[in-house]
T-cell receptor, first 112, second 117 residues
Framework: GENVEQHPSTLSVQEGDSAVIKCTYSDSASNYFPWYKQELGKGPQLIIDIRSNVGEKKDQRIAVTLNKTAKHFSLHITETQPEDSAVYFCAALETSYDKVIFGPGTSLSVIP | EPEVTQTPSHQVTQMGQEVILRCVPISNHLYFYWYRQILGQKVEFLVSFYNNEISEKSEIFDDQFSVERPDGSNFTLKIRSTKLEDSAMYFC???????????????FGEGSRLTVL
């Protein structure tokens, strides 16, 4: 089945700097890659997603890139703000099966 | 904005007891899911449910677990005989069908924290 790896596990950046989180997946048939933000005590919330027929997608300060050949995808947050502090999960949809598989998460701290 | 609601928010139970966690998915959604998150760990898939039957389940979802959509609005997760290692946050999620246009984004509830003593 699908396996999603994520790095780094923790990340601290100064306010205004950029943050990059990288993920790899194992199933070449996966075709949908969402990113979730989880704030303390809450459920995961989708922040951006990308399909395998697209190489890059941007939404204001957040962008995601996908390299299908290498089975890598990354989240880029620019001009970070303290409210960006949370745990971020990458995920992949295992298309043969009806399930989204999550990576282990990255705890992002934005230092004012 | 429509949301997935879960009850209870926190349940404490004795080992061996049965627990039922309840979810009300978003009303026009057709796919329903349960995920589990042990404290500080990743979000793990348990089961997906569509058209009144399980469509996928993980190895975690053994015979002690069951799901049901009893009345067309609620979606429940039952753990028959809880173990200490069942202590976790359980998240319900729902989505519309995935199409060429719609990615079928999962909408998560706030979670039910289960503590097994």
């Amino acid at each position: 089945g699908e396996n999603v790896e994520q790095h780094p596990s923790t990340l601290s950046v100064q306010e205004g700097d950029s943050a990059v989180i990288k993920c790899t997946y194992s199933d070449s048939a996966s075709n949908y890659f969402p990113w979730y933000k989880q704030e303390l005590g809450k459920g995961p919330q989708l922040i951006i997603d990308i399909r395998s027929n697209v190489g890059e997608k941007k939404d204001q300060r957040i962008a995601v890139t996908l390299n299908k050949t290498a089975k890598h995808f990354s989240l880029h947050i620019t001009e970070t703000q303290p409210e960006d502090s949370a745990v971020y999960f990458c995920a992949a949809l295992e298309t043969s099966y009806d399930k989204v598989i999550f990576g282990p998460g990255t705890s992002l701290s934005v230092i004012p | 904005e429509p949301e997935v609601t879960q009850t209870p928010s926190h349940q404490v139970t004795q080992m061996g007891q049965e627990v039922i966690l309840r979810c009300v998915p978003i009303s026009n959604h057709l796919y329903f899911y349960w995920y589990r998150q042990i404290l500080g760990q990743k979000v793990e898939f348990l089961v997906s449910f569509y058209n009144n039957e399980i469509s996928e389940k993980s190895e975690i979802f053994d015979d002690q677990f069951s799901v049901e959509r009893p009345d067309g609005s609620n979606f429940t997760l039952k753990i028959r005989s809880t173990k200490l290692e069942d202590s976790a946050m359980y998240f319900c999620a729902s989505s519309v069908p995935r199409t060429s246009v719609n990615t079928g984004e999962l909408f998560f509830g706030e979670g039910s924290r289960l503590t097994v003593l």
